[in-house]
């Protein structure tokens, strides 16, 4: 039983190892129940996509440091996880849970039912007036409105006269970008020609470089010069495309100008963070609001980047043309068409 | 004696992987006490926690039998995965088609036709696709694991293709059929048990999982079919020799194996999503799973439900550690899961040391 007696010790000898800096643990799992919890869901991306989810984990951590609040976030990884992770902040009673992305719409319609008590947001989640409920606040964006502003840019830029929209998943909420990017193109030159294509038709539409730069290169191949993406993960590849092709994109969501400097002529930027700060700030001053929550060019929730990466690339002459049509939106002189509105 | 053994090599495995485990969750600096009291609180607390474990456990306890049907005839099904994705649709498909969706369907029948039919679809289809790798090994010889896996890539991107362009209401953003019809919803527990919400999604498919361990037991045990099936599981040449035709036990342990697998739809189906859900045993599936499930259960029935339920409070356990602690994600339980499989297979190991410790205090004696 030599053998055996070695193991022993040298299990002994592991454990004293270890429980030295065990001495030091943290003691995070106490639980201060008088500040406001709150917990976020991401979305299939996770909180590191550089993109939709990094700018909602922005907002909360921002909130986080202004606000006494306890933060607790899951990325579930897969779809089927999202439901049992919304339902665990629930169980545990948390004010404010929030769910980045609309696939987790129908999850947060039923657990908010279920806790009538407690507090949701969600992140485009589109739910027909007569299903919404009290409790959840439905963060949306006026999507069309940035797209009118790069198109015009986009349109203004190209030599061409043709320009390329790549969607990530065929669905309402992307054809909302599409729309408003070719009516701001077409506002500036009637006879535009806009391609447009679409990654897919499933949620792994959003996470595929390749095709995404695919696509790109076959529009730049029909003459396209300027591509708009609205396709998360995907977009990416499309980035790559404009620097080998010496051509323009166009980011989406977060400021994306930084990824390729000089290939991005902008960014069209959805302030996902100033939607989720706003809404932790709400619920601890507790005036908090349930019902549809749009931000738009009005509010700061829709604009398009502007920094040192893009500022030569455009002339001032159509940065103040789009200056005023940002104006003329804000005042309702244009309307921009809102694809989904029925 | 024998029993004890059963008993106690698995327990010993799962202990040795939570020693294991508390040894990584102090590495990475956090509390192994407040973290196994997380995990162990939220799977067993009232109601949400048991009635949680329990819904996960049901999908595992069919895939583990599923597993153990096979491996008792000597066969390792990897495609119960697939099995039951197919079954799932079949399930949805009747949920559907014959139960008046408004221009999806071509019958209108009532509850007690339409459940039992639905059952019977995700049975037979997943019978078939289990068959199927049965016929190719018992015909020609090829490897049922080649053909199993195989077969779980044709599974999902055939019923992806249904869903997606046969069975999604229009404009539908998340890949899922239409729902199915009422009268094809079976009942959640909390209808019947006070203090249990139905927002948990336990349904009657628990008592069914329970019902088929029963019956594979007497299958395998007090049948003649069973029988042959172990017969040629412990010696296919002496089985054959005994006069028992092995392809054909083969194709048949294949097909139960499949139908125990297809009943996972049942469960998720018409009992919890009410739709057929794409990829909803993504992750490390119900299918995979259940492999570990047969192993830690020793290839029972019995020992199945245990280890089913096991798996099942370390889904919900793993959750709530993944967000309510610090440090440790939810990747602490799959390195438990994985310890405990590494301990069980290191069995043969454990019971040659013990066996000399007793034979060795004997002869102290």
Redesign the interface.
Known sequence: ?KL?GSILLALLC??AL??T??CN?????ADDKSKVHV?IVFDIGGKDDRSFNASAWEGVKRAAKDYPIVL???EP?????LE??M???A??GYDLIIGVG??QT?VIQ?VAH?YPNLKFAIIDGVVPPEEQLPNVAYLLFKEHQGSYLVGMIAARKSQTGTIGFIGG?D???IHRFEKGYEEGARAVNPNIKVIENYVG???VAWNNPGKGKELAVAQYGKGADVIFTAAGNSGLGAFDAAEQNGKFVIGVDSDQNWVKPGFVLTSMVKRVDNAVYQIVGDTVQSHFQGGVHVFGLDNKGIDYALDQYNEKLIPPDVLKDVEAAKQKIINGQIQVTDAMAK | MKLLREILFPLIAVLAAFLVGAIIVLLIHDDPIETYKLLIGSALSWPDGIGYTLFYATPLIFTGLAVAVAFRCGLLNIGAEGQLYVAAFAAAWVGITFGGVEGRSIANLSAWLLVPLACFAAMASGAVWGAVPGVLKAKFGSHEVINTIMMNFIALALVSYFTQYHYKAQGDPILQTVPISASAHIARLGKFIPGLPERIPLNIAFFLALLACVLVYIFLWRTKWGYEIRATGANPAAAEYGGISTGRQIVLAMAVSGALAGLVGVNEVLGYRYRYYDSFSSGVGYGFTGIAVALLGRNHPVGVVFAALFFGALKRGGLFVDIFTEHVSKDLVEVLKALVILFVAAELYFRGRLGRFGLMRRAKI
């Open positions: 039983m055996s592991v454990l270890v429980l800096p065990a643990l943290s003691k995070a799992s917990g607790r976030d899951v990884g897969d779809p089927t996880s049992p992770a339902r665990a902040f169980e545990k609309f696939t129908p039923q279920d998943m669905i309402p909420l038709v499933t949620d």
